[in-house]
């Protein structure tokens, strides 16, 4: 026989297991969203770490092209690296090796809305401006007036390639000043390193050495201008169809002379 008493009892343990049922439904539903927070916790830092990864493999390929002998490449690499976010690390690539082929990419960062950044990268793009060897194919650019994209395809590399070869002749002649490699570098583009070598030839042979050996530099370069005028003449004397070219060479021997009267032996911010 149930007593009162009992009925409570049975009350208490009938509330206490549907509640149990409610306790285990909460605690399933808890374990499920711990175990796919954690779920989304580990995917996310796989994510990172992914993406991580990517970046490093990014950019280890983005530093061979940075380093490269080809300006192409290398403004290329230092593009990427502006992109991604590393644009400090671009600035100071260019910076140290005193890259002209950085120059649009520090003018980028310049222009961009990072103050900090902007203020840095003028720094830099101030610096490379009064680099000598900036300088000396910013004038021959000038120069050329389109002809360089006309003539060469743009093609920096050969740019590069009678650059190096202009700055050889110019050791081996002693010649110190930005003028004279100017000087050698446009005779060096325009007529290659054949009419450098018997300009050269010629020079020494009138005054009796180069400046290595002691003769005054200035003119030496005098006297090599005006060969290369002769050069020039007799070149287009022979070959009917450069006479079209000599008028523009001519204004450049001029200029050049110019800057030779005028003591402008650093190009400074003088371009005729």
Same mark, same amino acid.
């Given at each position: ?36 927070? %954690? ?12 993406? %991580?990864? %990517? ?17 192409? #490449?290398?403004?290329?690499? &230092? ?7 590393? #644009? ?22 310049? #222009? ?7 203020? &840095? ?40 390639? &009678?650059?190096? #070869? ?61 060969h290369r005028v002769n050069y020039l003449n007799d070149f287009a004397a022979r070959v009917p169809e450069f006479k079209k070219a000599l008028p523009h060479l001519m204004e450049r021997i001029n200029t050049l002379s110019g800057f030779l009267e005028r003591g402008n032996y650093d190009l %400074?911010?003088?371009?005729?």
């Amino acid at each position: 026989m149930e007593t009162k008493g009992d009925g409570k009892t049975k009350d208490f343990f009938d509330k206490l297991s549907s509640l149990s049922g409610v306790f285990i439904a909460i605690a399933g539903f808890m374990a499920t969203y711990i175990y796919n927070n %954690n779920q989304i916790s580990i995917q996310k830092q796989k994510t990172a770490s992914d993406i %991580n990864s %990517n970046a490093i493999t990014v950019l280890e390929k983005c530093m061979k092209y940075a380093t490269s002998e080809n300006p192409k #490449e290398r403004e290329f690499g &230092y593009a990427v690296f502006s992109t991604m976010g590393y #644009e400090k690390l671009a600035i100071n690539l260019i910076d140290i090796r005193h890259d002209s082929a950085g120059i649009n990419v520090v003018k980028s960062i310049a #222009e961009g809305s990072d103050k900090d950044l902007s203020s &840095y990268a003028s720094g830099i793009l101030s610096k490379l401006s009064k680099d000598p060897n900036t300088r000396i194919k910013q004038v021959v650019n000038y120069f050329d007036k389109g002809v360089i994209t006309t003539v060469l395809g743009d093609d920096s590399l050969t740019i590069e390639k &009678y650059f190096s #070869e202009a700055n050889k002749w110019s050791g081996q002649l002693g010649i110190k000043t930005d003028l004279g490699r100017l000087i050698i570098y446009d005779t060096e583009f325009n007529s290659g390193s054949n009419a450098v070598e018997k300009l050269s030839q010629e020079v020494k042979d009138e005054l009796n050495g180069t400046p290595k050996d002691g003769i005054n530099e200035a003119t030496w370069l005098k006297s090599f201008l005006k060969h290369r005028v002769n050069y020039l003449n007799d070149f287009a004397a022979r070959v009917p169809e450069f006479k079209k070219a000599l008028p523009h060479l001519m204004e450049r021997i001029n200029t050049l002379s110019g800057f030779l009267e005028r003591g402008n032996y650093d190009l %400074n911010d003088e371009k005729k």
